[in-house]
């Protein structure tokens, strides 16, 4: 028995090693620019702040007021009183987007009665990320301050299985973040369709 585990050890122990090594040397899916390009946006772009993308562009201005009364919005520097949370802490430097874009051709625009558009193409493109990176975008920040309870979310049941923050939390809903107890299930309902059956069964207890 000894015998035989020995000479398992010896033909296991070169497909351990060549595994380590293998891990060590193994790259990303995607090169490290186009991780950061996900995350940050454009590298070559530059922040220019909320209020010089909205005087290029008014067609955001109720999300612009919404956010600001919001949670996230309502957040200032203790040094410089400007917001820690804007636009572009999550879709990313905003100078391409607004690049040639004058107040002038605003006012020229609204007298021929349309909407001034960034070019949005340059800003991160949050909808067609993948679903870990869709999330994080919201872990930049809600892992760095005290939400605890989001340390571990790369390993929770929801992030496996392709969950992301957005799913359930729209940040451009209105001023009121909190996901209130009555929309709690609409939320989930969308996604465990076998609980929502589970409570319209005629029972007085129908959660076992």
Request: aromatic share 6%.
């Amino acid at each position: 028995m000894r015998r035989f585990r020995y000479v398992l050890l010896l033909v296991l122990l070169p497909i351990i090693v060549s595994s380590c090594e293998t891990l060590k040397t193994s790259k990303p899916i995607l090169p490290i620019k186009e991780y950061e390009r996900m995350l940050v946006g454009r590298l070559d772009a530059d922040y220019v702040g909320t209020n010089n993308c909205l005087s290029a562009c008014h067609y955001h201005d109720r999300i612009k007021r919404d956010f600001e009364a919001s949670t996230m919005g309502a957040q200032l520097s203790s040094k410089s009183g400007m917001p820690i949370v804007d636009c572009e802490s999550c879709h990313g430097p905003g100078s391409l987007a607004i690049e040639g874009l004058t107040p002038e051709k605003v006012k020229a625009d609204a007298a021929e009665g349309k909407q001034t558009a960034c070019n949005y193409k340059t800003l991160i493109d949050i909808k067609s990320l993948h679903p870990q990176a869709k999330s994080l975008i919201c872990l930049k920040c809600h892992t760095a301050n005290a939400t605890f309870n989001l340390h571990n979310w790369n390993g929770s049941e929801h992030s496996i299985n392709d969950v992301t923050c957005t799913d359930c939390h729209n940040i451009h809903a209105g001023p009121d973040l909190i996901v209130r107890p009555r929309d709690t299930f609409r939320i989930c309902f969308k996604c465990h369709k076998n609980i929502e059956a589970r409570f319209n069964l005629p029972s007085h207890h129908p959660i076992q």
